[in-house]
């Protein structure tokens, strides 16, 4: 899949809009991103997955983990490509746990999968559990790779695009200097 042709998804499903958004991290940027609209349709899931899919085909993956709730619904989608079942693992008093009777054997091949990667952390944590638990952490897929590249986990990784954010400080913002009225993402304003 070209650079291109996975930005056409994002911006079909409306997941990737273009304006003047305030972040969650406070920051202003003229791109907002939320993957679950892109997953909310499972023909794309399937198209972005695939890539995923396809990059660890050969590998004799048994077992697909996800972190909960971002990367189940990408998990789920990788473990069906593959034939393998898919598990989620869930904060517990701010642990990353297998609960709900999921569980991993000693040796066990098993992929992580992701939907957005900004710093990692609960990726790292969930292939921690994982490797803790004697599993065999064969490598990481995700669909957005947001850190810029920064990443760095103990297993190989295979993000399938990569999405720079251009963000700037309120006080140094070229859209507000233009006075483009500012939109916080997920409310609604026509
Ligand atoms: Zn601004």
Known sequence: MTKDEALE???????????????TSGLHSSQYFQCALVLQYPQY??????E?????????????????????????????????RA????RENEQMTLRRGFSLKK????????DVVTTGGSLQEVITLAQKAGADVV??????????????????????????VVAHQPDDCPLCKKGFPIV????RKD
């Open 139 to 164: 490598g990481v897929g995700y669909i957005v790779d947001r850190s810029g590249g920064k990443t760095a986990f103990d297993v190989p990784a295979f993000p399938v695009f990569q999405m720079d």
């Open 107 to 114: 040796g066990e091949r098993v992929l992580a999968v992701e």
């Open 52 to 84: 995923i899919a396809n990059h660890f085909i050969g590998q004799n993956i048994e077992t697909v983990i996800s972190p909960a709730i971002g990367g189940i619904v990408a998990g789920q989608e990788v473990a069906r490509l593959l034939g393998t």
């Open 45 to 50: 899931a399937e198209k972005l997955c695939r």
């Open 9 to 23: 998804i994002f911006r079909a499903s409306g997941a990737l809009l273009e304006g003047h958004f305030r972040l």
């Open 184 to 187: 916080k993402p997920g409310s």
């Open 87 to 90: 598990i989620f693992a869930e």
